[in-house]
């Protein structure tokens, strides 16, 4: 069979190959077919055991027509199907399974191919093929556990993917269909777009129609022109294993001599990586490592026969299943991080994947969009998170609430480094520089199967084929580390998507989704300023202590070093890192302008416009080795003398939020203006709301309002009802926008080991995922009661 060519079976009692152009059904052009060298995977998720659940959509066909006897023995109960993958050319469903044997043990993991006729998907209906799938003799049992939801799901993806490489190629063996019964040489009708639609309880027009609820247009009708593009399912997955991942060997897929050895060092390199090239190297190596490790226990042959089956058709199961085979349970460290994953992936917040077959664009890869795509995975979705920078690089350190320090702890926090594995020692002190966070939250990442792109930029979205939307992405750097964004630079296929790209994002621009500044409760300007010096770790480094001081409880202590420095302060918090002395504080406006660190003159917003950066040096310089805690050594000369980066100075007088954090787009269809494509677009981190950082509001607002997001998404997936996903967001922002350290008591409820992904679980008076919405007038309060 030549490349390109669509194998039907033929004759359906000799299985003979296809002879006439009838039975070939048409032919994939590699050039024109939407999946990239012909290869396209959805789904991803894993099943419970059992297989009551399908995580990913399915794909079916009617294979080569013979059926089964109408005998109910003929359905073997004992197979479990686990993943799903798709191939286009030839189109072929992939199933991975597990079958009990004799002894009540499952089987070790096999693959079920079934051969899908392309002219057979376009002509028939979905529930006749899926109706001939569950009669077939040989793919019934295989099947089982399979719902038919996902089915249609997987078909209508095919059949539009389909018809999209037929209306290419009209000359390449095209099979004719009722909805393409029209000539080719007939002049097609061009579509104008609309506006979109802005779904929100704010922003809907009074005579726009209320939608009912349900997922609208996924039957994918033919259009005018479709776009190519790629979904970059086992982006990483491919990089691990390609020549470029592997820096000391010339050829694509060299195993080691002895396929377990190295193994544990493979583990503890990753578990210990630094920075994103040392995680980038880490992790491909022990993939390859754990691949060549189990291809090893089933013997060279049948191990190769594996990968070829498992990589080259596309299975989607998460690194994190590969390597936890692999790697075991015997050190200790790894089986603590297997815990804690499995814990997560079995939280009733994720039961059922909501979001199984859904596409999701996250972009920004700082902690709070990290966290987002662990979220919207561990819910069903296959997640693409975007970062315009290749490296983890902000030093300053983040004060950390309680529940966020335990939330870290359960993503491995205390197995996985940085932060080191002492991290929560002192509880009164609890911290973490922002790049640390970012390399622990893109470990889990990357083992669950999150594709996370650097030197990648979000250029914007618009309306696509199907139900869904396209987003735009250029690749800014080709020397980032992992695998580069497709040259394509199209996502397609997306229903969700996020920004966490800082408050003057890309995502809150280009989709009109508008901010607002709020003035802070003080007529003084509040400024933060932030300073950082190496830390060498000798003993007078070693017998310091980190602390925090208000002036209101140490007035004289701070008089003093108003006195010997010039600078007056109202607080002050040192950190110490392994790699850091880390201090925050806030001065005043008076006392700048004094040390000639500002102009008297500079208007209100302007101030930092007249920063002298070589003054602020020399004073904070002072402040730092001024006597805190006399008890402790002095700051040693040597350490000040190694500042890491100039000292910062910010004004909170002003801070940024969103006016609506979440909106669902609806547009015509780029193929079908009687299709409506639907995009829930949200906001997290800083593009959400700008936090004035010296309270640690910053990190515990950003994961809180991750998981107000995902849970929405969850909600929107599960009703189809934009605006009940609208006002499940809204009820949780109006109580975010009032935590602070003061009121936490009053917005938060008492016991945060209760705290889920639902809001209800975490706010005192937001709305659950099942409550009735309020009016969006209506003020934030108790429920009331029933």
């Known amino acids: 069979m030549t490349e390109g060519e669509t194998y039907s079976s033929g004759n359906p009692q000799s299985g003979s190959p296809p002879t006439t152009p009838d039975q070939i059904g048409f032919q994939l052009v590699k050039a024109t077919s939407p999946p990239q060298d012909g290869l396209k995977v959805f789904g991803g998720a894993q099943f419970p055991e059992g297989g009551s659940h399908l995580g990913s959509y399915m794909q079916d066909g009617s294979g080569d027509g013979a ?16 993943q799903l993958g798709l191939r286009y050319q030839p189109p072929m469903l992939v199933i991975q399974y597990m079958k009990v044997v004799e002894s009540g043990m499952p089987s ?3 693959v079920h191919k079934v051969p899908l006729d392309s002219g057979k998907v376009l002509r028939y209906k979905t529930k006749d093929l899926i109706a001939a799938l569950r009669r077939h003799a040989r793919h019934a049992s295989f099947l089982l556990n399979v719902e038919d939801e996902q089915l249609k799901n997987l078909l209508r993806r095919l059949r539009t993917a389909l018809k999209a490489v037929d209306a290419a190629e009209p000359d390449k063996g095209g099979v004719p269909h009722a909805s393409m019964s029209r000539s080719h040489s007939q002049p097609q009708r061009t579509v104008e777009p609309e506006k979109p639609r802005f779904v929100t309880s704010a922003h809907r027009s009074s005579d726009e129609p209320k939608k009912a609820k349900g997922r609208p247009g996924r039957d994918g009708k033919r259009g005018v022109e479709t776009k190519k593009g790629n979904w970059p399912s086992n982006a990483w997955t491919h990089w691990s294993f390609s020549a470029k991942s592997c820096k000391t060997s010339e050829t694509q ?22 920075g994103t090239d040392g995680i980038a190297e880490s992790f491909a190596r022990l993939l390859r490592d754990s691949w060549s490790a189990t291809a090893a226990t089933k013997g060279a042959k049948d191990g190769a026969q594996g990968f070829e089956a498992c990589f080259l058709d596309g299975m989607v199961a998460p690194p994190l299943e590969t ?4 790697v075991g349970t015997q050190q200790r460290l790894a089986r603590v991080l297997w815990e804690l994953l499995e814990a997560r992936q079995t939280s009733k917040d994720y039961l059922g994947l909501p979001l199984a077959g859904k596409r999701a664009v996250v972009v920004g890869a700082g902690p709070t969009g990290l966290r987002c795509a662990l979220d919207l995975r561990l819910l069903g979705a296959e997640v693409v998170v975007v970062e315009r920078r290749v490296q983890f690089e902000r030093i300053n350190r983040l004060h950390l609430w309680k529940w966020v320090g335990e939330d870290l702890k359960g993503w491995g926090a205390k197995v996985l480094e ?4 002492s991290f929560g020692a002192n509880p009164d002190f609890l911290h973490i520089g922002i790049a640390e966070l970012q390399m622990l939250l893109l470990k889990p990442a990357l083992l669950l199967g999150v594709q996370v792109f650097f030197g990648a930029e979000f250029r914007g979205a618009q309306p696509g084929a199907d139900d869904a939307w396209e987003v735009n992405v250029a690749s800014i750097d080709q020397d980032a580390p992992g695998p580069k964004f497709p040259a394509a630079g199209l996502l397609t296929g997306v229903s969700i998507l996020v920004g966490a790209d800082g408050p003057r994002g890309a995502v809150a621009s280009a989709l009109a989704m508008p901010v607002q500044e709020t003035n802070g409760l003080r007529k003084e300007a509040a400024l933060g300023l932030v300073v950082n010096f190496a830390n060498g770790q000798s003993a007078a480094e070693k017998g310091r202590r980190p602390f925090s001081l208000a002036r209101q409880f140490y007035e004289s202590l701070f008089t003093e070093c108003e006195q010997q420095t010039g600078l007056a302060l109202e607080n002050i918090v040192c950190y ?7 201090f925050v504080m806030t001065p005043t406006r008076k006392s700048l302008v004094s040390a000639g660190i500002v102009s008297a003159d500079a208007p209100d917003g302007k101030l930092l416009a007249s920063l002298n950066q070589a003054r602020l040096a020399e004073v904070v310089r002072e402040v730092a080795a001024f006597r805190w805690r006399t008890e402790d050594p002095a700051m040693p000369l040597e350490a ?3 500042p890491v980066g100039p000292p910062a100075l910010f004004d909170f007088s002003k801070t940024r939020r969103a006016s609506a954090g979440l909106r669902v787009l609806e547009a015509p269809s780029s193929t079908d203006a009687e299709t409506t494509s639907r995009l829930l677009v949200g906001l997290c981190g800083d593009a959400l709301i700008e936090p004035f950082w010296p309270e640690g509001l910053g990190i515990v607002r950003g994961f809180f ?3 107000d997001l995902a849970s929405s998404c969850k909600v929107w997936s599960e009703t189809g009802d934009a605006e009940a996903a609208v006002s499940h967001f809204e009820s949780a922002f109006s109580q975010l926008k009032s935590l602070a350290g003061k009121t936490r008591a009053a917005v938060l409820k008492p016991d945060d080991k209760t705290f889920g992904l639902d809001p209800s679980s975490r706010y005192r008076f937001a709305a659950g995922a099942g409550a009735t919405r309020r009016a969006s007038s209506a003020p934030a309060g108790p429920r009331a009661k029933p």
Request: proline fraction near 13%; aromatic fraction near 8%.
């Open 67 to 82: 059926e089964a006897p109408a005998s109910p023995g003929r359905v073997e109960p004992e197979i479990w199907p686990m």
């Open 108 to 110: 070790e993991r096999a």
């Open 253 to 274: 897929f060299e195993a080691p001599s002895s396929p377990t050895a190295g193994l544990k060092e493979a583990f503890e390199s990753f578990r210990t990586s630094r």
């Open 323 to 326: 390597i936890r085979t692999a």
């Open 418 to 421: 940085p932060p080191e594995l």
């Open 576 to 582: 110490i890192a392994s790699q850091t002395h880390y």
């Open 640 to 642: 000040l003398d190694r």
């Open 705 to 707: 309002g991750a998981m």
